[in-house]
């Protein structure tokens, strides 16, 4: 009766021990699946994020352009909310109309308003005063 006893014993604490274990990799598996679809929901977003924002930009760069003085100036606005991306399509406009004093003003604001990003690029324009302004987009 011992023996039975010890071996009911023994077989109900290894199917308890194998119940922990499935319940265990359930959860483990659980996990690795969450994290994954997490990861790739995050690149995808991503993704889908920068296309957006090449496309918002490739509406907002042709506008600096504009004959229209208030287009300009959304434009030039605008822009600054899209930091080191912007600050090359600000400085080749910037001195384009030297007689457009409120756009040259607003585009130094832009540039302010980008921060420490756009440093490296003002640096390159002024040690390299010679260049021509529209080159200045490289």
Excluded: C, H
Aim: charged share 20%.
């Amino acid at each position: 009766m011992e023996k039975s006893n010890q071996l009911n014993e023994k077989s109900s604490s290894n199917g308890f021990s194998l119940e922990i274990l499935k319940a265990l990799s359930l959860f483990l598996s659980s996990v690795v699946i969450a994290l994954t679809g997490t990861l790739l929901t995050y690149r995808y977003n991503s993704s889908q994020l920068e296309i957006n924002r090449n496309k918002e930009l490739s509406v907002l760069i042709p506008r600096l352009y504009s004959a229209d003085p208030k287009e300009k100036m959304q434009s030039v606005i605008g822009l600054s909310l899209y930091g080191e991306s912007a600050v090359l399509p600000l400085m080749s406009l910037w001195g384009y109309d030297a007689n457009n004093v409120p756009l040259n003003m607003e585009i130094i604001n832009s540039i302010v308003y980008i921060g420490d990003i756009a440093i490296p690029y003002l640096l390159k324009v002024y040690n390299n005063p010679a260049e021509d302004d529209r080159k200045r987009s490289y």
